[in-house]
């Protein structure tokens, strides 16, 4: 158990829709990072936010946004949905600027 | 943008052989990192280097980082049934609120 906190596991939905994903970090961590991964693909990173600032930012798309709460806790928002997004969202965070991650055990999206 | 390559894609070994797997980048990293993602989890942290040269060990797993500080190798020793999983490497900048880049990542398969 990383302690990283990802709801739902599992969500199904249909194109055009919008839905929002949950991480809560790990106590302690103020970093909470999320990453995209698409069937047998790597890992693509989508967005940082440090104690409630948004840090970095990867290949986001626009219809895609994020935000951490003054309570740590993040969602990732996902509009307009396209068979496209179809993936494993995972959460991570970390507490030292160190690039040791704990990632959640992710959130399977499935757009139909 | 930054990318990976890590090689090789897939491995099929004998229980008990030695696995070697690597990562090359076209830029430098001051962090090299490797994990592990089992079948419907999120990845786990292995090992983490942060100096150049460094030759790191945990367990049955070794990992290097490289003097060019554009690559990192993973070996594991007389692996085991539970070694299965994909195996992903990831660079890391401190500059870049460490974000992390993650390489296509190796599928281990394992033959008792």
């Known amino acids: 158990d990383s302690g990283v906190t990802q709801t739902p596991k599992h969500l199904i939905t249909a194109t055009g829709q919008r839905v929002t994903l949950r991480c809560s970090p790990r106590?302690?961590?103020?970093?909470v990072y999320w990453y995209q991964q698409s069937l047998d693909q790597g890992l693509q990173f989508l967005i940082q936010?440090?104690?409630?600032?948004?840090?970095a930012k990867g290949n986001i798309l626009e219809r895609f946004s994020a935000q951490q709460f003054p309570d740590l806790h993040s969602e990732l928002n996902l509009s307009s949905l396209e068979l496209g997004d179809s993936a494993l969202y995972f959460c991570?965070?970390?507490?030292?600027?160190?690039?040791?991650?704990?990632f959640g055990e992710g959130s399977r999206l499935t757009v139909l | 943008g930054q990318q990976l390559n890590q090689s090789p894609q897939s491995m099929f070994i004998q229980e008990g052989e030695d696995v070697s797997m690597n990562c090359t980048s076209s830029?430098?990293?001051?962090?090299w990192l490797w994990y592990k993602q089992d079948p419907g989890e999120g990845p786990v942290l292995l090992i983490a280097l942060y100096k150049a040269g460094e030759l790191t060990s945990n367990g049955r797993l070794t990992a290097q980082f490289g003097i060019t500080r554009k690559d990192s190798f993973l070996n594991i020793s007389a692996s085991i049934p539970s070694d299965v999983g994909i195996y992903f490497c990831?660079?890391?900048?401190?500059?870049?609120?460490?974000?992390?880049?993650f390489g296509g990542g190796t599928r281990l398969m394992v033959k008792p």
């Open positions: 830029s430098i990293f001051n962090t």
């Open positions: 106590s302690g961590d103020l970093s």
């Open positions: 936010y440090y104690n409630g600032e948004e840090r």
């Open positions: 990831a660079g890391g900048n401190n500059n870049a609120g460490n974000m992390l880049t």
């Open positions: 991570a965070s970390s507490y030292l600027h160190t690039g040791e991650l704990f």
